[in-house]
Nanobody, 123 residues
């Protein structure tokens, strides 16, 4: 089991940047595949980015590819989402998630979720 806590959200203008962090508990963080998902107003939770246990494999939603970067530091039990060139449509609550099976873009494949951090991007 792993406990996840997101941080780093805030309000920025379009074109700005934010770096989200997800701090995980325990000695087994490196055993987890990690992902970032987001849920905008009136929308379903959607995939943003995923990363393998060692960080060697990453996946991105088409909507964020080239702008967002997922990374992890297993020594710090932390996964990051660097968000550049932010757009108003990136406004959402961002969640980190973990599973022990595979690198996945599917919400239902993740077993553990953080509480979310709000990102608001204004024009």
């Amino acid at each position: 089991q792993v406990q996840l806590v997101e941080s780093g959200g805030g309000s920025v203008q379009a074109g700005g940047s934010l770096r989200l962090s997800c701090a995980a508990s325990g000695r087994t963080f490196s055993s987890y595949y990690m992902g970032w998902f987001r849920q905008g107003p009136g929308k379903e939770r959607e995939f943003v980015a995923a990363i393998s246990r060692s960080g060697g494999t990453t996946y991105y939603a088409d909507s964020v590819k080239g702008r967002f970067t997922i990374s992890r530091d297993n020594a710090k039990n932390t996964v990051y989402l660097q968000m550049n060139s932010l757009k108003p449509e990136d406004t959402a609550i961002y969640y980190c998630a973990a599973n022990m099976r595979h690198t996945s873009v599917v919400v239902d494949h993740y077993d553990y979720w953080g509480q979310g951090t709000q990102v608001a991007v204004s024009s």
